[in-house]
């Protein structure tokens, strides 16, 4: 029996390598004239794939809190003649999120593609992380995917629609000191590939995306605790090198090339794909690497918490230097966060678990 058993595998995989290989060979998808929502899709990668997909002729809906960020990136977006709209929604709140669905159904008739990209990133020691670190990541990375996509599924299946959700590596690997983040996006990478699985003949395609780190400008709005400049320092230089980073720009054109060409998941960077692949090889040895990358990270505590933008001001002038190509990225991807005019409800949210902590 053990040989039918390695049989139906090798089948199953020799399936999977033409399916695979067809998505390839055959050309993208046409989204002219179609709806695309975006969450998150203000700043960095969601900016970034919102340009991406409004150059390819779709109609861009952007989703994000903030109304004055909505602005400033459907300005953006219409400079580079893409059809913009932002829509003001907090994905953590189920009112606001029920709210968005009635809008998007009552005045654009429903979407073709939605995007789910919102995301939070706060950085430190678990020890240093309160239950409502570990809530907003699940509400902003889970609930609100979950939540948006039920209600917009009707209508997708009815167009034949397309959801993409944008992970992360930490959804595949915890990685140490974002522990909040990788339990939300582990979840998240569950949710899109199990509504993959169970809409399988319905009309409407997922993908999921798992990238690794990538130059988007985020490390200036991430939130860091414990010990704030030092945490922002190991954070910065690894989504910063070269050597392990990619190109946002490069990311997004690969991410909604892909996704228009029927990928149904897609790990971005040679540094993620070594990790998965090494994980599913031998996930003892990968835990034994992070329990080692573990006890070199800081070790710092503190009630403080400091977003990228306050933490690299006291940092040295060597750090700045091997992090200006993310630096960069920051100023033109809609990063810096004085420009977002977000800063009031993080600081209040920071606020509140001082608070509780005191």
Known sequence: MHWRSNAAAVGAAAAAGVVAARSLARGPEDVTGRTALVTGGTRGLGLLIARE???????????????????????????????????????????????????????????????????????????????????QAMDTMFWGPLRLTRALL???????????????????????????????????????????????????RFTTVVPGLMRTGSHVGAEFTGSPRAEYGWFALAASLPVLSMDAE?????????????????????????????????????????????????????????????ARQRTGALLNALTRLNDAASRRFNQIPGRRGHGRVEDSGARERQERKG
């Open 53 to 135: 997909l409004g150059r390819r002729g779709a109609r861009i809906l952007v989703v994000a809190r903030d109304t004055a960020e909505l602005d400033a990136a459907v300005t953006d977006l219409r400079g580079e003649g893409a059809e913009a709209f932002g829509l003001a929604c907090d994905l953590s709140r189920e009112s606001d999120t029920a709210a968005l669905a009635a809008r998007v159904h009552g005045e654009y008739s429903g979407v073709d593609i939605l995007v789910n990209n919102a995301g939070v990133i706060r950085v430190g020691p678990a020890a240093e992380m309160a239950d409502d670190d570990f809530a």
């Open 154 to 204: 009707p209508g997708l299946q009815e167009r034949g629609g397309h959801v993409v959700t944008i992970t992360s590596i930490g959804g595949r690997i915890s990685v140490p000191h974002l522990l909040p983040y990788s339990c939300a996006k582990f979840a998240e990478v569950a949710l899109s590939r199990g509504l993959d699985a169970e809409n399988a003949g319905s009309g409407v």
């Open 250 to 310: 490069r990311a997004a054109r690969t991410i909604v090339s892909g996704a228009l060409r029927g990928r149904r998941h897609l790990v971005l960077t040679p540094a993620a794909r070594a990790a998965v692949i090494a994980d599913g090889i031998s996930p003892g040895l990968v835990q034994t690497a992070l329990r080692i990358q573990g006890r070199l990270l800081p070790r710092g505590r503190t009630d403080e918490v400091r977003t990228g933008g306050e």
